[in-house]
């Protein structure tokens, strides 16, 4: 009797450390590219934070700089859209002379669409330039 009560604790402490485990760990989702960036790679880590905020840490690879698109732009810029709402922009995403680029920001939605446009300005407050990379992320 005290070997099952034994395995039957251990059995349920490892069954809440691994659903605790789950609810804590990384998920990676890939953001597709538009035809206008064929060869662009991008991928979000999705993590919480202590407040139960999703950080998203969206790293890009082979990304044209903004000026070389047809039309030429000059910024790229991060974009959430909850479910049912307007975008919200996160901010620049800005790529380096190797075509990489890194942004990380903190957002309280759990199920998103997070995209990337290509705009003439940075100050945009709407997204009215082409779409680059987008991926739907659901909670």
């Not at 009797?1 to 998920?27: D, Q, W």
């Not at 202590?50 to 000059?74: C, F, Q």
């Amino acid at each position: 009797m005290k070997n099952f009560c034994m395995r039957a604790t251990l059995s349920v402490f490892f069954s809440g450390f691994l659903l605790i485990s789950a609810a804590c760990g990384k998920r990676h989702v890939t953001l597709n590219p538009s035809s206008s960036v064929p060869a662009a790679s991008a991928t979000a880590q999705l993590t919480q934070d202590k407040n139960g905020n999703t950080i998203v840490d969206l790293k890009v690879k082979h990304l044209a700089k903004p000026e070389n698109l047809t039309p030429p732009r000059s910024v790229y810029v991060v974009w959430i859209q909850p479910s049912g709402s307007a975008p919200l922009k996160q901010g620049q995403l800005n790529v380096d002379s190797n075509l990489n680029g890194e942004f990380k920001s903190p957002t309280t939605y759990k199920s998103f669409d997070i995209f990337v446009t290509a705009e003439d300005s940075g100050s945009v407050t709407q997204p009215s330039g082409q779409e680059v990379l987008r991926q739907n992320v659901r909670g």
